[in-house]
């Protein structure tokens, strides 16, 4: 399992989605996101893409109007990556990623 960090908005990001809407963003990630780190390589239905206005961070679909930013950090646990989680929302997260 990799290991997770987020950064102190997500808190609030989180707060501001209803409880169905954390359910689904945590089951895309365990279901999902985390199996593919494992592998390397992302499926397509989780549009994993680079953030233009932000180098070396990238956007997660996780539902219809749910998007994440997330970055690669220094590693914790030898072989494991370090995801940190920039933040949780809709599609006016990547303008503030």
């Known amino acids: 399992m990799p290991t997770f960090e987020p950064l102190p908005r ?9 409880p169905a809407q954390r359910r689904r963003f945590r089951r895309v990630v365990l279901d999902a996101f985390v199996p593919d780190l494992r592998t390397g390589r992302f499926r397509p239905g989780l ?12 956007e997660l ?14 590693v914790v646990v030898a072989g494991l990556p370090h995801i940190v989680w920039h933040r949780i929302g809709g599609h006016n997260i990547p303008t503030n990623p």
Not at 10 to 18: G, I, M, Q, S
Not at 62 to 68: E, L, N, Y
């Open 10 to 18: 997500v808190t609030a990001d989180l707060e501001r989605l209803n």
């Open 47 to 58: 549009r994993i893409k680079g953030v233009r206005c932000a180098p070396g961070v990238y």
């Open 61 to 74: 679909t996780w539902a219809p109007d749910g998007r994440s930013t997330w970055s690669y950090g220094r």
